[in-house]
């Protein structure tokens, strides 16, 4: 076939035989080609496909971030700066309270005491305080010193303390111990002092020849009795007031408050004791207690008197068939079944103590159980023996952040004693009022505190008074202070849970809820911190609004996954379509270029024939 591309015009035939041919046959289009060389287009290509294929391509374009937005995961941005920054300042500024010490030194000699004495009794206790252990809760403390003679009063600069001269004199000392603790908190008027608890301690010059003694009073002072000289009564206050009014008598080494420990006390700043009294076998014999008239009443002031550290609840009940779930064994020298230390944590059984039916816990309030056990006959008596062989004089123990067990064992009962097959009996007001003496006991060391003091460190006869409320006023202000602490470090280490965990998933729900809680727990730990009054109300509203962020239900209820697993979901069923039409796109899109470079060839040869 001939070309028509160019100037070439088709070759006339040779010969009459051809021309004949040649008329017989139709006439050679001038599309017509040789070889492999493409036809050339005589017409403009369309671009109705192209615009199809495109307008399909462009739909899944536009709808693509209509996807994203469908599947957007709503995310409250949380202030992990602010959480950083104050975990930073809670580690290199631990949260501490100011503190006042006042010493009092009553002499009985004439005379007016010298104006310079007080001020070179306060500088000598003020060098003390590097005796403070790092884990106390104290912060700047004050020290200010009163001397009083027969002849009058002198201060130092700063007096922290309401002493009015005259009140007190060094014989009222000879009082009974209890009336001279009574004098002294009506004439110190309580020891809170612009905000900041005042501990004083009085030196009571008293030459009998008895020796020195020191009394803890129940409220926020003690005072020393004896003859001592200047060095002596400054090594006696500092010991007092460090060993016991900030440090509760804690020793080296001991576990107690102040050693890192939380207090069971709910987030919620509520608390519920539980007293339960468990009949292991009614078979035997069946108890009842007068809880409701007997128990409630002793314990009331000490519901009152922790109150300002945590709001406290009561109930009881009487369970039956409650065998314990350790193993005791006989001794006849004890005349008893004895328990060992190495099987009380198998003592508690909880598949038949069904303690945990409290209707007073509400939230996440914290529910501490106190149980009176009443062994079987077989079991009767049942001894708690203590790791150096001596049997436990309270036939007690405690369990940390549980509660507390008593082994109580029937009047009469003996070893191969009878059963009595069921008598109904009451455990006497004594005997409650006993039982319960050991509850209050187990309360104060489940807090951290000791439940009875020893003069250990101390080189002089120690007292302490014992206050009908279960905690002494000094007592309690160690509790206040280690609580706001601990509510401010759980506050800190629940934000900084939360924080750790919305950035390790990124497909993560945050409610604005949550990021308001945040917002709301960091400005209540910021103020906690700052304002050492507000301390334990603040600090409870603190950790409460942390703990309700990170249990949030938004949170709870939904399972995340990773941004692979979000893509697995899709990939299945949008990449298939959308590869097709890309490829369609592309091909569409070659195909019309290749035919508008022929067009293009096409108009070219057109114009070099017509030139030509």
């Not at 010193?145 to 922290?160: I, N, Y």
């Not at 000490?302 to 009881?316: F, G, K, M, R, Y």
Request: hydrophobic share 40%; proline share 6%.
């Amino acid at each position: 076939m001939a070309e028509i591309a160019g100037d070439e015009t088709p070759p006339l035939p040779s010969s009459s035989g051809a021309e004949e041919s040649s008329l017989l046959s139709s006439p050679p289009s001038p599309t017509a080609t040789s070889g492999d060389e493409p036809p050339p287009r005589t017409r403009k290509p369309g671009t109705k496909r192209l615009v199809l294929t495109a307008s399909v391509l462009l739909s899944f374009l536009v709808g693509l971030p209509l996807l994203l937005k469908s599947t957007e995961i709503h995310r409250s941005p949380l202030p992990s700066d602010a959480i950083a920054d104050l975990s930073r300042r809670l580690q290199s500024h631990p949260p501490s309270f100011p503190c006042g010490l006042h010493a009092v030194f009553l002499r009985s000699g004439p005379g007016s005491p010298v104006a310079s004495l007080a001020d070179q009794l306060e500088r000598a206790i003020s060098t003390q305080h590097h005796l403070l252990p790092a884990s106390s809760t104290a912060g700047n403390i004050s020290v200010s010193v009163t001397v009083q003679s027969d002849g009058g009063c002198t201060s130092s600069a700063a007096a922290a303390s309401p002493w009015r001269c005259g009140l007190v004199s060094a014989a009222d000392s000879f009082h009974d111990d209890e009336v001279f603790d009574e004098l002294l908190h009506s004439a110190l008027g309580g020891g809170d002092g612009d905000g900041m608890k005042v501990y004083t301690i009085v030196i009571a010059e008293d030459d009998d020849g008895k020796g020195t003694r020191v009394v803890i009073g129940k409220h926020r002072h003690a005072w020393v009795v004896g003859k001592v000289d200047e060095a002596e009564a400054v090594s006696l206050i500092s010991k007092v007031f460090i060993k016991y009014f900030m440090n509760g008598g804690i020793e080296e080494g001991e576990t107690g408050i102040g050693k890192g420990e939380f207090m069971p006390v709910g987030s919620d700043g509520n608390v519920v004791l539980s007293f339960s009294l468990l009949n292991a076998d009614p078979n035997d014999w069946v108890y009842d207690w007068e809880f409701k008239n007997i128990g409630e009443r002793i314990l009331t002031p000490v519901v009152e008197a922790l109150q300002p550290v945590a709001d406290i609840n009561i109930e009881s009940q009487v369970l039956y068939h409650t065998p314990k779930s350790s193993y005791s064994y006989s001794d006849d020298k004890l005349g008893g079944n004895v328990l060992s230390m190495g099987d009380i944590p198998f003592f508690v059984n909880s598949n038949e103590w069904h303690l945990d039916t409290s209707i007073s816990a509400t939230g996440r309030s914290k529910v501490l159980q106190f149980v009176v056990y009443i062994p079987s006959a077989r079991e009767c008596p049942l001894y708690l023996q203590l790791p150096d062989g001596e049997l436990s004089k309270t036939n007690a123990f405690i369990s940390p952040m549980w509660g507390g067990v008593v082994i109580w064992n029937p009047p009469g009962c003996s070893l191969g004693s009878k059963k009595a097959h069921g008598t109904q009996r009451q455990m006497s007001s004594q005997e409650l009022m006993e039982t319960l003496e050991i509850f209050i006991g187990q309360l104060r060391q489940l807090f951290g505190l000791k439940p009875n003091y020893h003069a250990q460190g101390m080189d002089v006869a120690t007292k302490f008074l014992v206050s009908e409320k279960g905690f002494a006023q000094w007592e309690l202000d160690l509790l206040y202070r280690h609580h706001a602490c601990s509510n401010l470090l759980s506050c800190v280490a629940t934000l900084e849970s939360l924080s750790s965990l919305v950035q390790s998933l990124p497909r993560m729900i945050v409610m604005d809820e949550i990021g308001r809680q945040v917002e709301l727990s960091l400005e209540a730990a910021s103020l906690a911190q700052r304002n050492a009054t507000l301390g334990i109300v603040s600090a409870t509203r603190a950790r409460a609004l942390a703990e309700d962020a990170f249990f949030h239900p938004s949170i709870m209820s939904i399972s995340y996954a990773s941004v692979e697993h979000y893509f697995a979901i899709y990939m299945p069923f949008f990449a298939p379509v959308c590869l097709h039409v890309l490829l369609a796109a592309i091909k569409e899109l070659k195909r019309y270029k290749v035919e508008r470079a022929k067009y293009s060839a096409f108009l070219a040869s057109q114009s070099q024939a017509t030139t030509s």
